[in-house]
């Protein structure tokens, strides 16, 4: 694999920068808030980046995709994470979409997947629950046999998007105990399906992510995506794609707080100097700027090992979060820190990125969580 | 219409051929590193008489500088070929014929700065490591501030002469490795004390018998050294071995700095692939024992080992990234900058790691009691702490980063 971008995800790249610049600033993230908006993002918008092809980037042509990788969509990710774009990416696109692209039939593809490249059709997945922490199989939710299928029911927790989505895949335990990688099954479940209800949660960024009970959920055979019971291994490759992703949003937002930080250092006058030119914070500046570049790497390295089907894939993609989720929350302390009072005010911008920081660094697992995760790959 | 490129698994399997004639089978195994690698010059001893063999086939198809021009000694080989090279060395796990500062260091200077006559001198003996360089930057007063350099070089003219022949240095260089060893040194110089710091260096070459050069050795922490003291004493220099302008030497300095804090990262800081001696790992799970499913019995230990096996491969895979960019035809980017910072820490987090995975016995000066490989860590953790420090310490490569990639002003 080559750590370089092609010319076409170079062109890509502007393309994005360049729409987000004029579309997306931090000021639409804010109104957002400010409003309470339910859907926290904006519909057309989203349809735009359908029609500009990023949506179906990652899915096949004969689905209405661009039959891309993750490394392509990658790039779009970074040029919106740069302003925080709320879109719905993550749910749809890594979650929702990858489980039915990776583990759904035919017929649920089919019916899905080209209204999700469209712009038209929300996913989302359904997998945290109030006491998995950061662990993906440490599942309750039941799935028992009932009838011609299965009843679900259960909580779920912080799941992205979840209002306004059209339907949610579900991960529920249809053998085996919490913390079992065993016994996992994904189910694709219609928002309107009786038992399903979505409660908004406010978190710290003010994205949309919901509760979601599942209180006697009745759903046919045909709901199982993938394998009854082969679930686990299925939303592990899911969860390392939307990891991936998300690492490349992070990277794209802390590059641009650490860019900001330092035109500030450059502009902001004390003791009758530009800050800038004090060597306490030229070094932490500096300090900031390697831990960047280390992520960059990884997180390159990551999407083209998944796109390459590198058995290391997951290895590198644990290497990608812990130093993203890192890096990231550094940037925006150091940031808070070098911006001074003002960086504390609700009227400066950091603060969003100080919000966002710590949701990504907590979406997925921590650095710490992906550390022991690549320890226990490694076979130590 | 340009000539078709050569196809690099062409030269693969004429090189396969002829391994198989030239490789001793006696050096596979050798890491090639700065205790076991061959660094030629007039003093080279030959313990395994195959490495000298080993060096002369190389050198004869000029393989100990792959990239150099032929007519300097070199190989010739593109990019592709000179990769293929290193694959199939890593294959049968020869070292490098040759290691040293005539190859990373004095002659990329001498291909990019030096005299066509200076290279046609200098390089062909570099290639067949029948001369060993050192380096004379620091001085007891110059350190981090290498531009206050005081070693004065004069130029002598003969009365009735407005034109020197040569000029006579005075000095003290300092942290000159392996000078005891080596047979010429590349040096920085005061031709003019009066102009500002940077303008008034120049780039010079001598032969360490030049009468009036004597060499101290410098015994570090960890017992043994590399480094010398330099004293030059009237030491007579021909002009002609100016390299680049007079008083332009800062500039050559500064393309030769960036060359050795290549080489001290790549070193340092698992370029090559994760560094040194068995993985970490294996050393700890040798010392702590596993529980009954195998993982390391110390949880805490097993996360520090972790960090430090991630960071090194963040760091190898942002090497990677500075290297697929130079070969796509990108100029080298920012992220290069971070490779000596970076690469040294690494480093020495190992090293105290590894201390610390030995424990008591990671506090052992010799024997009894103490086998040879924790002898072996317990040197490089003394001796890591000067990683930081040499080629340019990391408060000077912050300063560096600040100025010249984020713009801060001084």
């Known amino acids: 694999m080559s750590l370089v971008l092609t010319e076409d995800q170079e062109l890509l790249a502007k393309t994005a920068a360049d729409f987000v610049r004029e579309h997306s600033p931090v000021s639409r993230v804010r109104e957002l808030r400010d409003r309470r908006d339910p859907t926290g993002f904006s519909r057309p918008l989203w349809k735009q980046m359908a029609e500009l092809g990023w949506v179906g980037i990652p899915f096949p042509e004969a689905l209405g995709g661009a039959g891309m990788g993750l490394a392509d969509l990658a790039v779009v990710l970074e040029q919106l994470g740069r302003r925080l774009a709320p879109e719905p990416f993550l749910s749809t696109v890594l979650l929702g979409g990858q489980a039915l692209l990776l583990g759904g039939s035919e017929a649920q593809r089919q019916a899905w997947l080209p209204g999700v490249a469209a712009g038209e059709k929300l996913l989302t997945l359904a997998w945290q629950e109030p006491r998995s922490r950061f662990d993906p199989f440490r599942i309750e939710a039941s799935a028992r046999p009932a009838g011609a299928g299965f009843a679900l029911a259960g909580e779920k927790i912080a799941v992205p998007d979840a209002h306004g989505a059209d339907a949610i895949v579900v991960a529920a335990r249809s053998a085996g105990a919490a913390g079992d990688e065993a016994g996992l099954t994904l189910f694709l479940v219609p928002r309107d399906t009786p038992g399903v209800s979505v409660a908004p949660q406010t978190r710290i960024d003010h994205r949309n992510a919901g509760l979601v009970r599942l209180d006697g959920v009745q759903v046919g055979r045909d709901a199982v995506v993938g394998e009854p019971g082969g679930g686990g291994a299925l939303l592990g490759r899911v969860l390392d794609r939307a990891t991936a992703g998300l690492c490349a949003e992070m990277l794209g937002a802390m590059s641009q707080v650490f860019e900001d930080t330092v035109q500030y250092l450059k502009t902001r006058v004390q003791f009758g100097v530009p800050i800038g030119s004090f060597q306490a914070l030229k070094h932490r500046a500096a300090r900031v700027f390697m831990e960047i570049e280390l992520a960059r790497s990884a997180t390159m390295a990551a999407v083209r090992a998944i796109d390459g089907d590198d058995p290391e894939a997951a290895k590198l993609v644990s290497l990608a979060k812990a130093r993203c989720s890192d890096a990231f929350v550094l940037a925006t302390n150091e940031g808070v820190q070098m911006f001074g009072g003002v960086g504390m005010t609700d009227e400066y911008d950091l603060g969003f990125y100080m919000k966002r920081a710590r949701v990504a660094e907590m979406s997925f697992g921590d650095a710490a969580w992906h550390r022991e995760r690549w320890a226990r790959l490694s076979g130590y | ?410």
């Open chain 2, 1 to 410: 219409m340009p000539d078709p490129k050569p196809d690099p698994e062409t030269f693969r399997a004429e090189l396969r051929g002829w391994l198989e004639r030239n490789a001793p089978k006696s050096l596979a195994g050798a890491t090639g590193g700065e205790l076991d690698g061959i660094w030629g010059g007039r003093k080279a001893t030959w313990p395994n008489p195959d490495a000298k063999r080993w060096l002369d086939a190389c050198a004869e198809r000029g393989f100990t500088a792959p990239e150099w021009p032929r007519a300097y000694g070199g190989g010739a080989l593109s990019r592709e070929e000179a990769k293929v090279l290193r694959q199939e060395l890593g294959r049968l796990r020869m070292p490098p014929p040759l290691i040293g500062f005539g190859l990373t260091m004095i002659g990329p200077v001498l291909l990019q700065f030096g005299t066509e006559e200076q290279k046609q001198e200098h390089l062909p003996k570099v290639c067949r490591g029948e001369i060993r360089w050192c380096q004379g930057y620091s001085e007891p007063g110059a350190g981090s501030d290498l531009a206050g350099l005081q070693t004065r070089a004069v130029l002598a003219k003969p009365s009735g002469s407005s034109d020197g022949d040569h000029y006579i240095v005075n000095g003290q260089k300092i942290w000159t490795s392996y000078a005891d060893q080596a047979d010429w040194m590349f040096c920085l110089v005061r031709t003019d004390p009066n102009a500002k710091k940077q303008e008034g260096i120049t780039f010079l070459l001598f032969d360490m018998e030049t009468p009036g050069v004597s060499v101290k050795p410098i015994a570090l922490i960890s017992g043994s050294s590399p480094f010398c003291e330099t004293f030059l004493t009237d030491v007579r220099v021909p002009v002609g071995n100016v390299v680049g302008k007079v008083n332009g030497g800062w500039t050559v300095a500064k393309a030769l700095l960036a060359h050795e804090r290549t080489m001290i990262a790549d070193a340092f800081g698992g370029g090559g692939g994760g560094g040194r001696g068995r993985g970490l790992a294996a050393t700890a799970r040798d010392a702590l024992g596993v529980e009954a499913d195998g993982r390391l019995a110390d949880a805490s230990l097993r996360h520090r080992i972790a960090q430090a096996e991630m960071d090194t491969r963040a760091f190898v895979l942002t090497t990677q990234r500075a290297r697929d960019a130079a070969k796509a035809g990108h100029a080298p980017g920012s992220e290069s900058s971070i490779f000596k910072i970076y690469g040294t820490e690494l480093n020495q987090r190992r090293m105290e790691l590894l201390v610390s995975i030995a424990g008591p016995q990671a506090l052992g000066w010799e024997g009894p009691g103490f086998d040879e490989r924790e002898l072996d860590v317990t040197r490089q953790w003394l001796r890591s702490r000067g990683n930081t420090i040499e080629g340019g310490t990391s408060e000077v490569q912050l300063n560096i980063i600040a100025k010249r990639v984020l713009g801060l002003p001084d």
